[in-house]
C-alpha cells in the first residue's frame, strides 16, 4: 500500500492518497475520519519515512550494495525495492547527509565529558573560567556575610 519507489512522501500520487484514505476509512468505520484527516496522514508521512529509515538500516547500511539489492525484505516488490536502494540510499545527496551527520555527531561527542571529565579543551577552559567566577562571587558574598555579622556582633551603631 506505501510506496517506495518514491523520494518524498510529498510525490505520492493523489489516487494512492486516496486508495490509503479508504483503507483507513474502512478500517475505522464507525468513526468519522474526515476531521482528523491531515493528522492522520502526518502521522502516516511519519510513520513511512521510519520505516524507510528502518529497511536502510537493516537491509542496507553496511552492506556491500550486491548484497543489499539481494536481500529484497518481505513484502517489498523488487522493482521499488531496487530502485530505493539503487536510486535513494546510494544518491550522492543520501551519503552526503549520512557524512554529515556522522561528523556532526563526532563533533558531538568529542565536545562531551568522558569520565566526568570534559573533553575538549575549548570546554575545560571555559568550564575553569565559569568556576573561577563563582568562587569569586561566592567569596564576595562571604566577606560581606562576615562583615554584616561582626557589625551585629559588635552592635556597631549606623
Request: proline share 4%; with cysteine; net charge negative.
Amino acid at each position: 500500500m506505501f510506496p517506495l519507489g518514491i523520494p518524498s512522501w510529498r510525490d505520492i500520487k493523489q489516487q494512492k492518497l486516496d486508495h490509503m484514505w479508504a483503507a483507513i476509512e474502512d478500517k475505522f468505520e464507525s468513526v468519522y475520519c474526515d476531521d482528523h484527516h491531515d493528522h492522520i496522514f502526518g502521522w502516516m508521512n511519519e510513520l513511512w519515512n521510519k520505516w524507510r529509515g528502518y529497511l536502510h538500516a537493516t537491509y542496507v547500511k553496511n552492506k556491500p550494495i550486491v548484497h543489499a539489492l539481494k536481500n529484497i525484505p518481505k513484502g517489498v516488490e523488487k522493482k521499488e525495492w531496487e530502485w530505493l536502494v539503487k536510486e535513494h540510499f546510494c544518491s550522492e545527496s543520501i551519503q552526503a547527509r549520512s557524512n554529515r551527520i556522522a561528523e556532526n555527531r563526532a563533533i558531538f561527542f568529542e565536545t562531551r565529558k568522558n569520565d566526568s571529565m570534559l573533553v575538549e579543551p575549548e570546554a575545560i577552559e571555559k568550564h575553569v573560567r565559569l568556576i573561577g567566577f563563582l568562587v569569586n562571587a561566592s567569596q564576595s558574598f562571604v566577606n560581606q556575610f562576615v562583615f554584616l555579622q561582626l557589625v551585629d556582633i559588635l552592635d556597631y551603631p549606623w
